[in-house]
């Protein structure tokens, strides 16, 4: 009965945040936790790694908290990830998990949240100035990108999410907020209202791991939000694409570096990969195809700091879809 009043007060917060349909996955087990006052927690000299202790704390999700088993598909890794989740996503039912509560630095798996606001907040082609902030990324970039020209705003999203491009992430930013730190605020400002209670953003790019982290059912339900933007979900099942660009030959090529679209996985359909030292190999991924019941269903993991994000996450996707 506890986890059923959960559910169904995360989903009116959803509704009430955006007339958004409920999701399901705010969910996965026991519904999200209400944001505490304020909003999203602080800046804080959290260290890189784990913050589990370090950051500030939130009301904790239920997930790694239920001691009943039952129903969840079994799957065992020799070495599993330090954080990690399996879900359906149109009934947010669990299908597997390791201890999902954990917050943890998430890397590059910051962009969907800075795709989403961009995607909302932009039309495709939308004029978007490479600045020379941008152009002092430091990390992965889409690498072209010239310096006091306008891209539109549509080839700049695909760099953000297919070669994880941190210039992108820059040059987005500054159109969208007016500067970087007003829109990490804004990023913040938009976690509070999907109810995510154990994240903190602290750049748009994910390059910045201190003062940043999340956990893997915020993580699920971010990539439920992504996904049901069709603008979104078009670029991150994209596996390699070419889009316009003032540069000679007025191209650039953009591959994809999800690591279940590279191999071929059936019904692969996004979304995003990151990695620096302290977050370690992370991936939220998406498929989407028939179970064994016939029904098509979508389903989606998250795995934090994993030692093989594409082998690890194909096995998880194998098992839930068997499991129906």
């Not at 304020?38 to 908290?65: C, E, I, K």
């Not at 961009?118 to 100035?129: K, L, S």
Request: charged share 20%; proline share 8%; hydrophobic share 45%.
């Amino acid at each position: 009965m506890f986890l059923r009043r959960r559910l169904i007060a995360a989903c009116c917060l959803l509704i009430a945040a955006g007339g958004l349909v409920a999701l399901g996955l705010g969910l996965l087990d026991g519904g999200a936790a209400t944001p505490a006052a304020g909003g999203v927690p602080q800046a804080s000299a959290a260290p890189p790694g784990d913050v589990a202790d370090a950051a500030p704390t939130p009301q904790p999700h239920d997930y790694g908290r239920i001691a009943d088993r039952r129903g969840l598909v079994a799957v065992r890794f020799r070495r599993p990830p330090r954080s990690a989740l399996l879900v359906d996503a149109a009934s947010g039912r669990v299908l597997w998990r390791h201890e999902p509560e954990r917050r943890l630095p998430i890397a590059s798996v910051t962009k969907m949240m800075t795709a989403l606001l961009v995607a909302e907040r932009t039309r495709p082609r939308d004029p978007v100035r490479i600045t020379p902030e941008a152009l002092a990324y430091t990390g992965s970039g889409v690498g072209m990108l010239p310096r006091g020209r306008r891209a539109q705003a549509e080839t700049l999203l695909y760099g953000l999410m297919l070669p994880s491009g941190n210039d992108a992430a820059i040059a987005l930013a500054q159109h969208v907020g007016g500067s970087v730190p007003r829109f990490v605020r804004m990023m913040n400002a938009r976690a509070a209202e999907l109810g995510l209670t154990c994240t903190r953003f602290a750049s748009p790019s994910g390059i910045v791991d201190r003062g940043s982290w999340s956990c893997a059912p915020d993580l699920a339900l971010l990539a439920r939000e992504l996904l049901s933007v069709p603008r979104l979900a078009r670029i991150v099942r994209t596996r390699l694409t070419t889009m316009p660009l003032p540069i000679k030959g007025g191209k650039v090529w953009l591959a994809n570096h999800n690591p279940l679209l590279a191999s071929g996985y059936p019904g692969a359909d996004g979304v995003k990969t990151g990695f620096t030292d302290a977050a370690g190999r992370c991936f939220v991924g998406s498929a989407t195809r028939r179970g064994a019941d016939g029904r098509r269903r979508r389903l989606i993991v998250v795995l934090l700091h994993s030692p093989n994000p594409g082998a690890q996450a194909a096995k998880l996707l194998d098992a839930g879809f068997a499991a129906g």
